[in-house]
C-alpha cells in the first residue's frame, strides 16, 4: 500500500520527466487517421492524432491535481466567489468570456472541426506544461531544474550523433523505433540545401525537419543561460552546451537558426556581469565559422528569401479571409488542395505563425490576440521587460521565421517548455545575478 501512495505522491514528476524525455521522438502510435491527399501517405500538418507524451502529461498533470488538492480548493472557491464573479463586473472576466466564446465560434465556423479540436486539446497541453513547469519549480526549487538540465544535455548529445550520421551518410540512421524519418538524398519532399552547385541533406536528427531540432538547440543554449542565473552553473557546462548547441544548428543548415544562434550566444555571454575572457574568446572562435558559414549558404539564402517572398504574394492574394478565419489548425488544407500543382511549394504554410494564426482566426481572433498582448505588457512591473529579452526575442525569431512552432507537435512543445522557463525566470527576477 505503501508504494501505490509513493506511486502516487511521486507520479507527477516522473511522469513529467518521460514527457520531457519524449519530445524528440514524439511517439504518436494512439490515434492517426490519414488527412492528406494521397491516401497512402502520413500527413504530418493534417494530424489529428492524441501523442503518448500527452497521455503522459495529462497524467501527471491529473496526478498534480490531487496531490495539491487543487480541484478540492477550486470547487470551494467557486462556491464562495462564484456569484460575486458571474456578475462579470471587472473587465478581466468579459475579455476572458470573449475569447471563450470566440473559441467556441471559430471551432462552430472552421472548415474541419475535428482538426480544430485537436488543435484545442494541443494548446491545452501547452498550458499544463507551463502550469506543471511552474508547480515544479515552487515544490522543489532549482532541483528540478537542475534535473532537468541533465536530460537536456544527454538529448543534445544524441541528436548531435544523429544528425552528424545523417551529414556524411546522406541518409537515416535507423532507430525508427524513436520515429526517426526516414531520408535520403534522393526522396523529394525532403529538407536538402545547394552548396557550391552541389545538392545537400540537412540533418533531421529525430524531429521531422531541420528547422525544429535548430529550434530546440537554440531552446538548449537559451536554457541553460537562464538556469546559470538561478544557480551556478560552471562555465565550461555553458561552453559544451554552446558548442554542441552550434554544431547541431550548422548540421541542420537553417540559416535564420545559424544568424539566431550568435545572437543568443551575444546575448548569453557578452554582457557586463558575466564577462568572462574564456566566453570572449570562444566566442571571437566562432565569428569566422559565422563568415564561412553565410559565404557557403549565400546562394541558397537568397533562394529562400525569394521563396517566401512569393509565397505570401501568391497566397495573400487566394486565401479568403473570414471574420472568423477558417479554424485553428486548419491553415494546411489551403495547401492540400493544391499538393498537385506544379508550383505546389508556393502553397505550403508561410513561415510566419502570426500571419498563419490571422488566417486561422480572422480578424476578431487577432483583434482579440492583440489586446491580451498589450494586457501582458502593461501589467509587467517597470524596468522588467527589458530584463525579459531574450525570451522576447527566442519567442519573436520561432514565431516569425517558421511554422512548425504551430502546427507541428515538437514546436509547439518548444515554445510551452521556453514560456514556462521564463514564467520562473520573471518571478524570480529579484534573485538572479
Request: overall charge positive; some cysteine.
Amino acid at each position: 500500500m505503501e508504494f501505490f501512495k509513493k506511486l502516487i505522491r511521486d507520479g507527477d514528476i516522473v511522469l513529467f520527466y518521460v514527457y520531457f524525455w519524449q519530445i524528440p521522438f514524439a511517439w504518436r502510435y494512439i490515434l492517426i487517421p490519414n488527412r492528406g491527399a494521397v491516401p497512402p501517405t502520413f500527413n504530418e500538418y493534417m494530424d489529428v492524432s492524441l501523442y503518448i507524451g500527452e497521455v503522459l502529461l495529462f497524467t501527471a498533470f491529473l496526478i498534480n491535481l490531487y496531490n495539491n488538492k487543487i480541484l478540492e480548493k477550486s470547487i470551494k472557491y467557486i462556491k464562495n466567489k462564484g456569484i460575486q464573479y458571474a456578475k462579470l463586473f471587472h473587465v478581466e472576466h468579459i475579455f476572458v468570456t470573449s475569447i471563450f466564446l470566440f473559441i467556441v465560434i471559430n471551432l462552430f465556423f472552421s472548415v474541419d472541426q475535428l482538426i480544430t479540436l485537436t488543435t484545442l486539446v494541443h494548446i491545452g497541453v501547452i498550458l499544463m506544461t507551463i502550469y506543471l513547469s511552474w508547480s515544479f519549480f515552487v515544490s522543489r526549487g532549482t532541483k528540478f531544474l537542475i534535473e532537468l538540465g541533465k536530460i537536456l544535455i544527454l538529448i543534445l548529445l544524441f541528436q548531435f550523433g544523429v544528425a552528424l550520421y545523417q551529414a556524411f551518410t546522406s541518409h537515416s540512421l535507423g532507430v525508427y523505433f524513436l520515429n526517426e524519418s526516414k531520408i535520403g538524398l534522393n526522396q523529394i519532399n525532403i529538407a536538402k540545401s545547394q552548396i557550391f552547385n552541389t545538392t545537400i541533406l540537412r540533418s533531421y536528427g529525430t524531429f521531422p525537419h531541420p528547422n525544429i531540432l535548430a529550434a530546440f538547440a537554440i531552446f538548449s543554449l537559451f536554457s541553460f543561460h537562464y538556469l546559470s542565473q538561478l544557480f551556478h552553473v560552471e562555465r565550461k557546462v555553458l561552453i559544451f552546451v554552446s558548442t554542441l548547441s552550434f554544431f547541431i544548428i550548422t548540421l541542420t543548415q537553417s540559416k535564420i537558426g545559424i544568424l539566431m544562434f550568435f545572437a543568443v550566444f551575444f546575448l548569453c555571454t557578452i554582457r557586463k556581469k558575466m564577462f568572462h575572457v574564456e566566453q570572449v574568446k570562444f566566442f571571437l572562435l566562432l565569428i569566422p565559422s559565422l563568415i564561412a558559414v553565410t559565404l557557403i549558404f549565400q546562394a541558397d539564402i537568397q533562394k529562400s528569401l525569394s521563396a517566401r517572398l512569393d509565397q505570401y504574394k501568391v497566397q495573400s492574394s487566394s486565401l479568403d479571409i473570414s471574420v472568423f478565419g477558417t479554424g485553428l489548425g486548419t491553415y494546411r488544407l489551403s495547401y492540400d488542395q493544391w499538393s498537385n500543382h506544379v508550383n505546389w511549394w508556393l502553397y505550403e504554410p508561410v513561415h510566419n505563425v502570426p500571419y498563419i494564426l490571422f488566417v486561422e482566426t480572422g480578424f476578431v481572433g487577432i483583434l482579440l490576440i492583440g489586446i491580451l498582448i498589450i494586457i501582458v505588457i502593461l501589467r509587467v512591473p517597470r524596468g522588467t521587460l527589458v530584463k525579459m529579452r531574450l525570451p522576447i526575442v527566442v519567442l519573436f525569431y520561432l514565431l516569425m521565421t517558421d511554422h512548425f512552432v504551430w502546427d507541428i507537435y515538437q514546436g509547439q512543445q518548444i515554445i510551452a517548455l521556453a514560456v514556462s522557463l521564463s514564467i520562473i525566470r520573471f518571478n524570480n527576477i529579484d534573485k538572479l545575478v
